[in-house]
C-alpha cells in the first residue's frame, strides 16, 4: 500500500504556493510603481535651477565668497540663487566669479 499523498493533492499544494508567490511579486511590483511615481513627481515640482547663484562666506556676517552659473560644480552647499541684476553689482562690488564656470564671461562683465 501506497501512503504518499496523490498526484493532485501534491499539484493543488504546488499551486497555492505559486500563487502565494505571484501575489507578493506583484504587490512588490506595486510597490516599486508607486515609488517611481512618487519620484517622478517630485521632480516635476522641483523649482528650476536660478541662472546664478551667490556663495556665501562661513558664517552669515561674513561676506559673500564667490558668484557662480547657476549649476556649476564648484558651488559649495552655502549658496543662494541670485537675479542678474544682484550677480553683476556682486562682481562690481569685488566679489570674485568663479574661475571654473565665469560667470563675469556669461554676464558680460567688464571689470573696468
Do not use: Y
Request: proline share 7%; charged share 35%; aromatic share 4%.
Amino acid at each position: 500500500m501506497n501512503d504518499s499523498p496523490p498526484r493532485l493533492d501534491m499539484l493543488r499544494f504546488l499551486e497555492r504556493v505559486q500563487v502565494a508567490d505571484l501575489e507578493r511579486t506583484r504587490r512588490w511590483i506595486a510597490d516599486e510603481e508607486r515609488r517611481q511615481a512618487e519620484r517622478q513627481r517630485g521632480i516635476d515640482v522641483r523649482p528650476p535651477a536660478p541662472d546664478w547663484v551667490l556663495e556665501r562666506g562661513l558664517n552669515r556676517d561674513s561676506p559673500p565668497v564667490s558668484v557662480h552659473v547657476g549649476g556649476c560644480h564648484m558651488a559649495g552647499k552655502r549658496i543662494k540663487g541670485i537675479d542678474r541684476d544682484t550677480a553683476l553689482r556682486a562682481l562690481a562690488e569685488g566679489v570674485q566669479a568663479c574661475g571654473h564656470c565665469r560667470p563675469d564671461s556669461e554676464l558680460g562683465f567688464v571689470d573696468g
